[in-house]
């Protein structure tokens, strides 16, 4: 391609994408009634142990552009996962699946504030999402700096500090220190799971009424298998 040519293909591809951000944008139905899902939450999670099963062979969901397009006009994830920011911890890949299929909600010790709980109940409330799946990991980082403030009276620069303060409890809820990590990796996630289930108007009541159901898991680094703890 030659220089003029590139330029104009630049130019070309500025304009396009100047038009599109000026195209109005779709309403969105944040105060509609909950959407109705086409799967259970039991073929969500049969649906994620098998995307497991096929990321551990090797398998990689491709998007087309028909899916895009697809998606342009509206979603509906059958899926959220309330996961670990940490870059080893991909949902969409360690679960083989695609743009529109998991609402993923993410930050270090998966741990759940204001605005996360809004999320997640934007996605099962409006969006109709019928599974949430609280996502630990082995060797979680921000895990690891709760126990050191509990048992070293660590302190933690920046916002660190307020980032682990979630997950002091469930490290001073377990007593010993043999395998503490791994079992604090997963009191967290039990924590963040009983909290949902219990979190009211939206998320408990859909719980409770049968639309949706709360697991937790566990993302295993060392083998890329993901262990549902339900």
């Given at each position: 391609m030659s220089i003029h040519s590139r330029r104009r293909f630049l130019s070309g591809l500025a304009c396009g994408c100047a038009a599109a951000a000026c195209a109005p944008l779709a309403a969105s139905p944040v105060l509609a009634a909950p959407a109705k899902s086409a799967v259970t939450a039991d073929q969500a999670l049969a649906l994620l142990k098998e995307g497991n099963a096929a990321f551990l062979k090797g398998s990689c969901t491709p998007t087309t552009s028909a899916r895009i397009a697809e998606l342009a006009t509206g979603q509906s994830p059958f899926a959220v996962i309330v996961g670990c920011a940490d870059s080893r911890a991909q949902p969409g890949d360690l679960f083989n699946r695609g743009p529109g299929d998991l609402f993923v909600v993410r930050v270090a010790g998966n741990t759940v504030d204001t605005t996360g709980l809004g999320s997640i109940e934007y996605s099962v409330g409006v969006l109709g999402s019928p599974l949430?799946?609280?996502?630990?990991?082995?060797?979680?980082?921000?895990?690891?700096?709760?126990?050191?403030?509990?048992?070293?009276?660590?302190?933690?620069?920046?916002?660190?500090?307020?980032?682990?303060?979630?997950?002091?409890?469930?490290?001073?809820?377990?007593?010993?220190?043999?395998?503490?990590?791994?079992?604090?990796?997963?009191?967290?996630?039990?924590?963040?799971?009983?909290?949902?289930?219990?979190?009211?108007?939206?998320?408990?009541?859909?719980?409770?009424?049968?639309?949706?159901?709360?697991?937790?898991?566990i993302y295993h680094l060392d083998s890329g298998c993901v262990e549902f703890m339900a």
């Open positions: 949430i799946v609280v996502l630990g990991h082995t060797q979680c980082g921000a895990v690891e700096a709760a126990i050191k403030v509990v048992k070293d009276k660590a302190v933690l620069p920046g916002s660190m500090g307020k980032m682990v303060a979630p997950i002091v409890p469930a490290v001073k809820s377990l007593s010993g220190n043999n395998d503490l990590l791994n079992r604090a990796i997963r009191a967290n996630v039990e924590r963040t799971v009983a909290r949902l289930k219990a979190s009211k108007p939206i998320i408990g009541k859909a719980v409770g009424e049968g639309r949706a159901k709360v697991v937790g898991a």
